[in-house]
């Protein structure tokens, strides 16, 4: 069984910058360096989206909303995927998913970007 935690959301101002963490692993052994990642968002009445994506051989790609902004690390010796969020906007409130391998999905963490 693959276990997938998010960490890292919480309230920040426009303008602000906020970063996410995800680790990954199956039978208490990391996976994070063997398997895609990827970060996902959901909005209130929004239909889940793509925000960024770490392929296992290390090719980045992100949503048009993302580039620029946001960056995708992938730190194999903390075990960790890292979601850097820059100038964040009003609108890049919402819940933001870790998946590991397109098909093991971590519980969340709220982001809210509010004055």
């Known amino acids: 069984q693959v276990h997938v935690q998010e960490s890292g959301g919480g309230l920040v101002q426009p303008g602000g910058s906020l970063i996410l963490s995800c680790t990954a692993s199956a039978a208490s052994e990391s996976i994070v360096s063997d398997a895609a990642i990827g970060w996902y968002r959901q909005a209130p009445g929004k239909e889940r989206e793509l925000v960024a994506l770490?392929?296992?051989?290390?090719?980045?790609d992100y949503a048009d909303f993302a580039q620029g902004r946001f960056i995708i690390s992938r730190d194999n010796a903390e075990k960790r995927v890292y979601l850097l969020m820059n100038d964040l906007l009003v609108e890049d409130t919402a819940v933001y998913y870790c998946?590991?391998?397109?098909?093991?999905w971590g519980q969340g963490t709220q982001v809210t970007v509010s004055s």
């Open positions: 998946v590991a391998g397109g098909i093991h």
């Open positions: 770490v392929s296992r051989l290390g090719r980045h």
